[in-house]
């Protein structure tokens, strides 16, 4: 099991850039694939993005490619998540995740972080 602590959300315009940081205690990082989901009022939790252990795999929603990237350091147990080209549409509190394997699948994902709220105006 693994503790999940995100921070570096907040209000950005429309256009506008933030890095969520998810810092990771408890376990052995480098064996757990790292997930940002996100959760907009009134609707359910949606996958973002999620990276191997190592680093070495990514893969993206369709809605946030080319616009967010994700990136691991393990020797300081984070993960990060750039959020470049925001859209008003990109407003919803953000969730890092742990799982023992790379996917998109809510379910899978057994350690969560609190969340942290991402505003974006139009």
């Known amino acids: 099991q693994v503790q999940l602590v995100e921070s570096g959300g907040g209000l950005v315009q429309a256009g506008g850039s933030l890095r969520l940081s998810c810092a990771a205690s408890?376990?052995?990082?480098?064996?757990?694939?790292m997930g940002w989901f996100r959760q907009a009022p009134g609707k359910e939790r949606e996958f973002v993005v999620a990276?191997?252990?190592?680093?070495?795999?990514?893969f993206y929603a369709d809605s946030v490619k080319g616009r967010f990237t994700i990136a691991r350091d393990n020797a300081k147990n984070t993960v990060y998540l750039q959020m470049n080209s925001l859209k008003p549409e990109d407003t919803a509190v953000y969730y890092c995740?742990?799982?023992?394997?790379?996917?998109?699948?809510?379910?899978?994902?057994?350690?969560w972080g609190q969340g942290t709220q991402v505003t974006v105006s139009s």
């Open positions: 995740a742990a799982s023992s394997t790379m996917t998109r699948s809510v379910s899978l994902y057994g350690d």
């Open positions: 408890g376990g052995t990082f480098s064996r757990y694939a």
């Open positions: 990276i191997s252990g190592r680093g070495g795999s990514t």
